[in-house]
C-alpha cells in the first residue's frame, strides 16, 4: 500500500523512519549539541547539512559520514 503515493511501499517507509530515528537518537547521544533540527535532512541539500554537522560537532565531514554508515 502506498497511502501518500511517493512510490515507496508504506510499510518499508516506516521501517526506515524508525531507523532514522533511532539514529538520530544515537548522533545526540554521540554529539550532546546537536538538536532534531540539526538533523533534520532535506533531500538536496546534503552539502549544506553536513557543513551544518561538520560546525556543531568539530567532526570532519568523512568521520560524520562514517559515523552514520556504520550507525544506520
Known amino acids: 500500500m502506498d497511502v ?8 518499508s517507509e516506516l ?21 532534531d533540527d ?8 546534503q552539502d549544506e547539512w553536513f557543513g551544518k554537522l561538520q560546525q556543531k560537532t568539530g567532526q570532519t565531514v568523512d568521520e ?3 559515523w552514520f554508515h556504520r550507525n544506520f
Not at 521501517?15 to 538538536?35: C, F, I, P, S
Request: aromatic share 8%.
Open 4 to 11: 501518500n503515493q511517493n512510490n515507496i511501499n508504506d510499510q
Open 15 to 35: 521501517r526506515a523512519r524508525g531507523n532514522w530515528n533511532e539514529v538520530k537518537g544515537k548522533a545526540k547521544q554521540q554529539w550532546g549539541n546537536l538538536t
Open 38 to 45: 540539526d538533523l533534520d535532512y532535506a533531500e538536496g541539500k
Open 64 to 66: 560524520i559520514k562514517d
